[in-house]
Structure formats: structure tokens, C-alpha cells
């Protein structure tokens, strides 16, 4: 009931028949004004310094035998949507293809063992600024772009 009218009806109301309700929303609205709060003006901008990489993480893969670690890590630009990459045989046999990415500016990490004698090829394609840092056995090889190539594997590989 709402002064005196009943307003609804059914239900089960007894688990609140304990509390002392009296009223909801009974006579003039308040009458102050909401406090404006004023943040004092900073005094300084925030220092900015020059962006740089964080070193390469160590690798996690541990290949063994006559295996050697690639690592691949992609930075992606701010188009990952047009990003992709593959990791192939010198002969074009897929071992990885990867993308397309949603978040911008994300990196990517892959590692992958390749025998000491295999050739590997890596290929970034992309409609922005994504590129690559290539690494084997935690020497860094080799940067990719979409314009060019890395060649993964010693001298005795055929040039691409």
C-alpha cells in the first residue's frame, strides 16, 4: 500500500515482515545543492624518457640433440587484423602460420627446435608497421618487415 492505495498484489512477502518500512519517497525532495569539488591544478607534466625495448625474455623451449631454437617475436602495429606470419621449410612445407591478431601493439612469442642442418624461411605479411625480431639459438639473426625475407639455418642454405 502507497497512502492508503494498494498498488500491487500477490507474492510472498514474509520474509520481510521483520523490518520497519514505513515509507518510500515521502515529502519534498532535498533541498541542497550538490558540493562542487575542485582538484587542485597539477605543478608538473609527468616525466617522459626515451621508449625502449625490454630485453628479450630467455628462452623457455629447451630443444635437444642436434637442435637449435628459433624465436620469433612479432610486434604488431596498429592494423593486427592485417597481420599474419609463416614459418616454412626451405622447400615452402608449412611448419607455422599464424594470424590474423585483434589487440594493437600486442607482441607475439613463438619457438620452434630446427635440426642444426634444416633451412627454415620466416615471411611477415602486413598492411602496417608489424615487424620481427628473428633469433636462433638466443642470437638475434635478423629483423623482418613486410618487405623482406629471413632466412633461418647456416651458410649451406639456399639463398631465397
Given at each position: 500500500m502507497l497512502n492508503g492505495t494498494e498498488v500491487a498484489t500477490?507474492?510472498?512477502f514474509d520474509a520481510f515482515k521483520d523490518y520497519n518500512v514505513t515509507s518510500f519517497c515521502e515529502g519534498a525532495?532535498?533541498?541542497?545543492?550538490p558540493t562542487k569539488v575542485t582538484l587542485p591544478a597539477p605543478t608538473s607534466s609527468?616525466?617522459?624518457?626515451?621508449?625502449?625495448q625490454p630485453p628479450s625474455p630467455s628462452p623457455v623451449k629447451q630443444c635437444e640433440g642436434e637442435s637449435k631454437l628459433v624465436r620469433i617475436?612479432?610486434?604488431l602495429g596498429e592494423k593486427p587484423w592485417s597481420?599474419?606470419?609463416?614459418?616454412?621449410?626451405?622447400?615452402?612445407?608449412?611448419i607455422i602460420f599464424d594470424?590474423?591478431?585483434?589487440?594493437?601493439g600486442?607482441?607475439?612469442?613463438?619457438?620452434?627446435?630446427?635440426?642444426?642442418?634444416?633451412?627454415?624461411?620466416?615471411?611477415?605479411?602486413?598492411?602496417?608497421?608489424?615487424?620481427?625480431?628473428i633469433f636462433l639459438d638466443g642470437k638475434e639473426i635478423?629483423?623482418?618487415?613486410?618487405?623482406?625475407?629471413?632466412q633461418i639455418g647456416d651458410s649451406a642454405c639456399t639463398a631465397i
Amino acid at each position: 500500500m502507497l497512502n492508503g492505495t494498494e498498488v500491487a498484489t500477490g507474492g510472498d512477502f514474509d520474509a520481510f515482515k521483520d523490518y520497519n518500512v514505513t515509507s518510500f519517497c515521502e515529502g519534498a525532495p532535498p533541498t541542497s545543492s550538490p558540493t562542487k569539488v575542485t582538484l587542485p591544478a597539477p605543478t608538473s607534466s609527468p616525466a617522459k624518457g626515451p621508449v625502449t625495448q625490454p630485453p628479450s625474455p630467455s628462452p623457455v623451449k629447451q630443444c635437444e640433440g642436434e637442435s637449435k631454437l628459433v624465436r620469433i617475436e612479432i610486434t604488431l602495429g596498429e592494423k593486427p587484423w592485417s597481420s599474419y606470419w609463416q614459418l616454412t621449410t626451405q622447400q615452402g612445407a608449412k611448419i607455422i602460420f599464424d594470424g590474423p591478431y585483434q589487440v594493437k601493439g600486442e607482441q607475439i612469442i613463438k619457438e620452434v627446435c630446427k635440426h642444426v642442418s634444416a633451412c627454415y624461411k620466416f615471411r611477415l605479411e602486413s598492411t602496417d608497421d608489424a615487424s620481427a625480431l628473428i633469433f636462433l639459438d638466443g642470437k638475434e639473426i635478423g629483423t623482418a618487415t613486410t618487405k623482406n625475407i629471413i632466412q633461418i639455418g647456416d651458410s649451406a642454405c639456399t639463398a631465397i
